[in-house]
């Protein structure tokens, strides 16, 4: 199989000279002896790859690509391994998920409620009286009580300080006591607009602040410093480069996060692709506020050329997330013992006022991405795109539906016609969250919406392009988990089987390898530079120790990046 479609790329080869020519110019760098899929729009599988000036100049048979070995050529043995294009993560909160793990209490591999006591008391001993005891990453779906301890269990281990423990998604928080007393919360304290203080079956408060009830602790956790942020940034980066990633969207970014990137990239071009997003927050005097500041980002992206950064539009919030059960549905969520009336989630602003930002946006041609998980939010977003863009008819924004976990018929039908007709439109959806989410999706699903859950298949079908991305730190970043999830749709846990989501809308291996490159790299407006291997385009290459295309599904998870090129420099060599 793989001889017979290498033997078809032969019969297209890449090459910058003709054959009659005259011997070419020594490549910088070849890679050969390998299996490498172009990921192209034929899907491409050569042997070798040239590159020259950090850009691909040809690519074919280890014999055509031996005549761009010079002397000071590098030539990268691949020993039968094989290359693809780097991938591109289309949605990762990458910038304050590094300055999470050097700065916090990792909490993501907590097993259970003793477990997670044990490690907050071990923390708490570690700190000077009063400070601040920050984390976060817990996952009732890892937990084997399907669920956070309780307010009296975090009082009994918190040592007097003030605790503050964000869930995985980032949409709600477990405080202390100490920390409901600072802010002020009681059992009679009216839920904010588009959030929730939680509470339990007797009507206590139970600690956990649901979405925009968390915006309480914003004044009151301490920030954490310019050299915290920029320690942050360059371990996201490695970290990132070690599993084959060369470029990400971060969305959400407030004016100290951009200045965080911006101060990098001054000092040296980012060794990876990074568009942000600025964040539109919730009415109209803050979306027009982050006109102004696109606007202004754009400009000091003019004056930082070539360093990889950019400002790829606006993020909208219009629910909450389908693990909290806070997504806006139409029909309520499942009740359980940890969620005794969860209802049908909300809005996390009027409709009219979101409709209205949409409208100011799409006037000003600046791209908008809003996280929409639930049904009616969906919905919401789809009609508001709709009208936006017939009113000022524009190509190329790519609006985009973060999440999309569960589009109505409607949604599609809207999504294609977008799509097609003004290049709008665009799911970015999360396929690890059916693996690391898993128990807690179905949970609050239930079984017949749970199959319907990010409908890859369907997408396809339907003729929707669709890209795919981790939400770290809301799932690890390592797209080898978002490869084998598209196709494998298996939970982390077995509360629910190992098929809760189903099989009827996973997709092949080819699909998935598109969504996480070519695809992604659309959604970054960068599809023209990188995202597949072709010749011209800059040579952002993930080199694995085993053949995506050909490995049985379990084999993806366990995939392991051997090296990463940006632009034709290794900056990643695993030893």
């Not at 910038?95 to 700065?103: F, R, S, T, Y």
């Not at 632009?567 to 030893?575: A, D, L, Q, S």
Request: aromatic share 8%; glycine share 10%.
């Amino acid at each position: 199989m793989r001889n017979g479609a290498i033997s078809c790329a032969l019969a297209l080869v890449l090459v910058a000279t003709s054959a009659a020519a005259k011997a070419p110019a020594p490549a910088d760098t070849v890679l050969h002896h390998g299996t490498i899929l172009t990921v192209d729009a034929k899907d491409r599988v050569v042997e070798a790859m040239a590159i020259r000036g950090g850009r691909i100049v040809a690519l074919g048979t280890d014999k055509a690509i031996k005549a761009f070995i010079g002397k000071r050529t590098k030539v990268i043995d691949l020993a039968g391994r094989t290359a693809t294009p780097g991938m591109i993560d289309a949605h990762a909160h990458a910038l304050g998920g590094g300055i999470d793990e050097v700065a916090n209490l990792q909490l993501g591999e907590v097993a259970s409620v003793a477990d997670f006591l044990e490690r907050v008391k071990a923390r708490a001993a570690e700190l000077p009286a009063g400070v601040w005891l920050t984390g976060s990453g817990w996952n009732e779906s890892r937990i084997a009580e399907h669920r956070p301890p309780s307010l009296a269990e975090l009082d009994a281990v918190s040592g007097g300080h003030p605790v503050a423990l964000g869930n995985t998604t980032g949409h709600y928080t477990l405080v202390n006591s100490a920390v409901l007393k600072l802010a002020g919360i009681t059992a009679q304290t009216p839920d904010p607009a588009g959030g929730r203080f939680d509470k339990d079956a007797s009507g206590a408060l139970n600690g956990v602040l649901y979405d925009s009830a968390q915006d309480v602790l914003e004044k009151l956790v301490p920030s954490v410093d310019a050299a915290t942020r920029a320690k942050g940034l360059n371990h996201l980066i490695e970290g990132a480069l070690s599993q084959g990633l060369t470029g990400f969207k971060d969305p959400g970014i407030d004016r100290i996060y951009w200045d965080t990137y911006a101060a990098a990239a001054r000092i040296a071009p980012l060794p990876i692709h990074a568009c942000t997003l600025v964040s539109a927050r919730s009415d109209m005097m803050t979306a027009r506020a982050a006109v102004d500041d696109y606007r202004q980002r754009k400009r000091e992206v003019a004056r930082l050329k070539g360093r990889n950064l950019d400002v790829c539009g606006v993020k909208i919030y219009i629910d909450g997330s389908g693990a909290g059960r806070t997504a806006w549905m139409y029909q309520p969520f499942e009740a359980d013992e940890s969620h005794v009336n969860p209802g049908t989630g909300f809005p996390m602003m009027d409709a009219g006022v979101y409709r209205r930002m949409v409208d100011l946006f799409t006037k000003e041609a600046i791209p908008i991405g809003t996280h929409a998980i639930g049904d009616r939010a969906i919905d919401t977003v789809v009609d508001a795109y709709a009208s936006a863009l017939k009113t000022w008819p524009k190509q190329g924004l790519r609006h985009s539906l973060i999440h999309a976990n569960l589009p109505t018929e409607h949604a599609l039908e809207v999504m294609a016609r977008l799509q097609k007709t003004y290049d709008s439109g665009y799911p970015e959806a999360q396929a690890e969250f059916l693996w690391f989410l898993g128990d807690a999706l179905a949970a609050g699903w239930g079984p017949q919406r749970s199959v319907k859950m990010m409908p890859f298949a369907t997408y396809v079908k339907r003729g929707i392009v669709y890209s795919d991305g981790s939400d770290y730190p809301v799932t690890p970043y390592a797209p080898r988990y978002g490869l084998w999830s598209s196709v494998a749709r298996e939970p982390d846990g077995d509360r629910f089987g190992k098929a809760p989501f189903g099989t009827a809308e996973a997709v092949d291996i080819h699909t998935a390898m598109k969504s996480h490159t070519i695809w992604a790299a659309r959604q970054l407006f960068l599809e023209k530079e990188t995202g597949s291997l072709e010749v011209g385009k800059l040579a952002d290459v993930a080199i694995w120790d085993r053949n995506p295309y050909s490995v049985p599904t379990a084999d993806l998870k366990g995939m392991r990046c051997m090296m990463t090129l940006f632009g034709g420099k290794v900056v990643f060599e695993r030893k």
